[in-house]
Structures are given as structure tokens and as C-alpha cells.
């Protein structure tokens, strides 16, 4: 854990990212215009769960940090997952 | 020989980058869990009131938050950018795209009061008899929009005053080409900050 | 090279401890404004044993209520206040901080042979935070309307409708719960980062391992219960729909939130205190803790079941049926890393040689009140018997076995254990024992009858109750009594000890972990040299040596 992280991400990587990201949200704002039923939420989540990996892992870092960080990272949207889905546990099957 | 190394290392204790940025993002969870709990009840809600959902958030305009996403965006690409200029050395690189950065936080910000000062001309704010007048369904999403939209534009103003003692630091040197850690934490709070929008933006506005 | 047996750290005298170190400012300034964690961990101390009494103060008032049927000293409505302050006194000012801030701060860095924490202002400002969070929780009793009604649950809808100040004990308890995620942040960043050069992992003492799973919980749990309460503050402030029913809120699922942190900060409040028993164990009874490995990830185990069970609060509201038993069973997985250990505790002591010194005896005690506070949650934990026993006094007499007799006498363990290190003075432990004495004598008699009167079906948090249920009652507040002399004879004989205590050796009850092996008290840098570990962490060999060499 002591070997300083050197790496340093180009311009190049960032802007791609971005165009990438931007590509995305245009996808999201298309899909939502058609009727998926039940569907379009998940798609929306989808989407927007790629688009959050894709900040961690190149802006934040991730990708190129020590592997404790994505540890941690996995451990802390674990909880998050855990609560929504133990809550649902409820709602889901009440009558 | 190698006990004066060590030592000497835990001398400089306050120099420990990766604590540190160890430090940032165990905050950064408390800040994901503490919007987590409001997507926990946004789920719920919209469990039990899928319908009054998709018909209150017809009140958004997709315009505006699409506008809002992409300015957010591009603040993340700034920002990053801002500090691989400042580990390259180029420090009035770094400078501008903070600046940017800020600007794009204050754009956000204006545009978020024009949208939310519309809604309060329609009527539509806390406790008002329009609001109240509607289904419990729709008055629960509009409790949720103004309380979520509400408490990540705080993040962002925060985040913004944070940038701004960063743009001072870089400019009297404090922080650096060999230290940027503080810019580095910065950084991931305002990514963080975009994150949470990232999942704001489908959820209220993009649900009908 | 600093081996654990041959402590090369200790002060001769020559070197200033950290109560006597060159001072930056003056008086008190030097230590409200002090990044010394040490310094930090006494202010703590002494702040959370001053809010302690506030909250004995209460409960003592209530007991006396309860004495007989009917009016005795105060109206039906101070009570309801009164009890709400005891329990949120207790438990954000008084069982959350308590180990972790006061012993943890103190002790964490020396166990791991650090000279301070990792982010040393921030953990002064976590000081800050909490005194501002405890005075904004305490200032409704100076406003007009008088403070929350609603217990420490805040239950809605009566907590957005009740006409007393419900806003600052939930804005205080926001700020204390980011005092308390500063601390853990503090402590999992020490843990990974200063560790001194030879402490591995398994090498770390358990009270550091039961920090580092508390930290994790404190963490990712607190900040559920921060937004719930901030989301009742705003509703009340601007009316925003948000769990309130007439707005088409949900009730249930405020309780759901709130529990998914309340009932985590339950392990936040009792891991550590396992942690300190499981210092104090190997140390009195001379012998190397049985099974450290299942110790240490019983704890982490603990932290992980602990953060999924909070729905067992609510068996009764009208959950799916599916969730019922999902949480009932997940309940009792939390039984098993307990179970693990209080076994490897029990197993330290065999054959061990056990010395009953004051911090000896609160830790077989916490044994003890832990083991029937724990199975009496296993009842509770089956939805049948759940039923039954819900919100009567069984449950208030369960939750003080675990948090007083608990974490209450992990603490007074801790305190006996650690004073002479952390004041350079010794007590007279012959007034400790007594104390002790008074303390589980007192306990006992104090919530054993609570069980048996809930179980006949006396309702928790009632003002009055059926002549029946006198005789509990009555014996209920007598033990009060003698518990309250107890702490008495406690604090006044440790305060005592700070004006004309003995100096205090720098091991004086032979610990092998590293706090032991400096002088007492610490000085300001903790290590002249920082140590490098060799051992492990309970290593009583050179005591069982001594032994075959006598017989």
C-alpha cells in the first residue's frame, strides 16, 4: 500500500469519458420518451449506473488507485444495496 | 538506520496522502448513504404511488435538467482535468479549468433557482394550498423533489466553496505540483456531487 | 528493539507526561483547543460522564415515579418528557461516545504504536461537534413548551404533531451523529495507516480489531438515521411531504429508516465494550486469549448481521410476512458471533489465574448481564413470543441488561482498568470493590423485576400502571437506590484517587498490550521510539513460566 500512485490520466481519456457520459444521457433522455412500461426504470438505472462507474472508476480514480479503494467503494454500495433491498423485503410482498 | 526512517515517517504523519484520501472517501460513503436514505424512501414512494409519480413529474421541465446534467458533467471533466494540469506542472492551466469548474457550480445553481422559483410562481411549494390540494401521491414526489434537489444543490454550493479555497491554495502555492492531495480530495467531492445527480435526473424527470 | 516483556519505553521521570507537556495555550484553552488524543479522549471523559449524571438524574426521577400507582412527585407530561431525555441523554451523549471516543481516542493510537490519530483536528472538532450536538439536544428544557414528549424514537406521525421542541433534540442528534462518524472515520484511517512497523492484522489487540468494526458501522449506518431525522426537522420547519400521513406519507417507513441505523448503533454502542472485556480478561487471569481470530472477525461478523436485522423492532406494525420471518431468522444469526465470544471468553479463564482487581470483577459481570440480556433478545427475536412481550417492560429491562449491564459496565470496567494509566494514579481498590458490589446488587434488583412485570404484561413507558405490578415496581426502584450509591461511592472514589491517589507504576496489573509498556501517564508523543512488534498481542508465557518455576 505505501507505492505512491504515479499515474497521471491524459486529457485524452477524460474528454472521451465525457463524450461518452454526454452520449449516455442523450440515450436516457431518448429512451424515456418511448413506453417501456415497467422497464423504463430499470433501463433509467441502468444507464445511470454505468455513467456513475464510469466517474468512479476514471474521475475519482478508482481504476488506477491501490485496490483498497475499490474494496471500500464495493463495501459501501454493498450496505446501500442491502438496506433497499431487506426494506423491499417488506413492501414488496405485503398484501 | 531503518528505525530513523520510520521516524522519520510518522513525523510527517500529516503528509500520509493515501490516509488522507483514505479519509475523503470513507466521508464520501457518509455522504452516499445519507442520499441513499432518500433514495431508499424515493423508492418506496414510488412503489406505492407509481402513477401520481409519472403524472407530478410532468411538472419538470426535462429541458432544464438535461441543461443541468450536462453543465455537471462537463464541471467533472474540468475538474479532472484541472488536476492532471496541476501534476504536469502547468499550474495557469490547472487555474482556469478550476475556474471553470466554478462557473459551471454557479450556471447549475442559477439555472436551478429559475426552475425552482417557477414552480413556486405555479404554486407548487411546501405547505402551499395548491400543493395541497393535489394527491397524497403527487404531494409526496414534490416533498421529495425539493427536499433531494434542495439538499444536493447544498453539496454543490458547498463543493463550490471548497473549489474556491483550492483556486487560493493553488495560486499562494500551498498546494502544488508535489502536494495536490487537497485538490485531489476536492475533487472527488464534487464528482461525488455529480454522481448523485446522475441518479437525481432519471428519477424525477425522466419518469412519465 | 522493543520487545512486549521488556518495556524499554517506560519514562524514568525524566520525560514530562502529557498532562505536564509544554503547553501552547493556557488554562482551560489548552485543552478545549489541544489535537493531543489523549487530552481529546479526557475531554470526552469528562463531558460524557458530566451528561451521564444528567441522564442517572432522570432515571433516578422516573424510579421514584414509579414507586407506587398513581401521581407521586410529577405530572403525566414532565414524565413523558423526562423519559425522552433519559433516553436520549443515554444514548447519544452518554453509551455511542462512550468507549469509543473516551477509550478509543485515548488508547487506540498506543495500541497500535502511534503517536496520535490520523487526522488530529478532526478529532477535535468531533469533540466540538459533540458538545454543540448535546447542548442543541438540551436547550428545548429552557424553551417554552419544554423539551420532545416523543421518546429518543421520535416516532411519526406524533413527532410532527406534538406542540414541545422536537426540532433541537433532532437537529442534536444530526450533529452528534457526525460527531460519532468523524471518530469512526478517524479510527479505521489510524488502523490502516499508523500502525507501527511488525503490528499486522493479528497482531493488533481486540479492543483495536472492535473499534475498526465499530468504525465501519458508524460509518455506513449513522448517516440513515442523520437524513431521517433532518427529513422530520424539515417537515416540521416547512411543512414538505414527506412521512406524515395526512400527506400521504408513510409512518412505517420512517420506522424502517430509523431502525436501520438504530438498531446498528446498538453493536456501535456494545462491540467496543466486548473489546475492552476482551483486553481485560487475558490480563487478570494470565493467560493468552482463547481463539483471538474468531474474537476479531466475530466482530467484523457482528457488524455485518447487526446492520440487517433492524426490522425485528417492528414485528408488530404490520410488516409483509415474508419480511417477518426474513428478520426473525437474520436475528438470530446474530447470536452466533456473540455466542463465539462469550465461549472464547469463558475459555481465557480456564485454567487461568485469576486475579478479581475491580476492572476484573465489572468484566465477569458484563459476562453475566450480557448473557441474559442476550437471550432475552433471542425471545424476542421469535415472532410468536414478540407479540406477546412487545412494548411491555421486558423489552426495557432487556436493552438495559445489554446497554447498562452491558456497555455501562464495560465502560466502569475500562475506566478501572485504564485510570492508572491514563492519570498516573492509583484508586483504592478495596472502595472500588465495594462499588461493584453496590453496582451489580443494585442492577439486578433494578431490572430483573422489570422482566418479570413486563412478562405479566406491564406496559413500557406508562406513567401509572395496575396495582398488580406494585410489588416489581417497588422492588425496582429500591434497587435504584443502591444502584445510584454505587456510582456514588465510584466516582467519588476515583475522584479521590486524582487529588491523593498513589503514583501509579507503569503496569500495574501486569498487561502484556503496548498502552502497558509506557510510563504512566503517557507522555505527549506516546513512544520516544516508535516500537516494532514482534509478539503476540496476549502473550503470557513469561506469567506461565513463572508458575512451573513455583511449583
Redesign the interface.
Known sequence: MEHKNNHIVGYGTYIFVWLTLVTLTALTVTVASFDLGGFSIVVALIIASVKALLVMLIFMHLKFDDKIFRIFVAVAFLTLMIFIVLTFSDYSFIR | MNQIAETLASEHIHRDEVGAKIGMWLFLFTELILFGGMFLAYAVYRFSYRDYFALASKELDVFIGLINTLILLTSSLTMAMSITALRRGNKKLSLIFLSSTIIFALLFLVNKYFEWSAKFNHGLFPGSNDLLSLPRGEIIYFGLYYVMTGLHAVHVIIGMIILLFMLFYIKSNKVNQDYYIMLENSGLYWHLVDIIWIFLFPLFYLIH | MTTLNVPINEGNGNHLDYLHSPKKYKGILNWILSTDHKKIGILYLISMLTFFSVGVFFGFLMRLELISPGKTIMEPQTYNQIFTLHGVIMIFLFIIPGLPAVFGNFFLPIMIG???V??PR?NLFSWWLFITGGLVALISLFLPGGPADTGWTFYIPYSVRTSTNVIPALIGAFILGFSS?LT???F??TI???RA?GMSWFKMPLFVWSLYATG?VQ??????V???LL?VA??RW?????FDPS????P??YQ??FW?YSHPAVYIMILPAMGVISEIIPVYARRTIFGYKFIAFSSLAIALFG??V??HHMFTV??????MW??SLLTFLVAIPSAIKVFNWVSTLYKGSILLEPAMLFALSFIFNFTIGGFTGLMQGALALNIHIHDTSFIVAHFHYVMFGGTGFGIFAALHHWFPKMFGKMYNKKVAKLSWLFLFIGFQLLYFPLFIAGYLGMPRRYYDYLPEFHIWHFISTIGSWILITGLIIMFTNLIIALRKGAKAPANPWGGVTLEWSIQSPPTHENFE??P?IENEPYDYSHFEEKEEIKN
Open positions: 502511534a503517536k496520535d490520523a487526522f478532526l462518524i469512526g472515520l478517524n479505521i484511517t490502516h495507516r499508523l512497523p465501519w460509518i455506513l449506518a449513522t448517516p440513515i442523520g437524513i431521517t427529513l424539515i417537515e416547512f411543512g414538505v411531504g414527506i400527506l400521504g406519507g408513510d412505517i417507513l424502517h429508516l436501520i446492520s440487517l433492524w426490522a404490520g410488516m409483509s410476512d415474508t419480511a426474513i428478520f521510539v516508535i516494532v
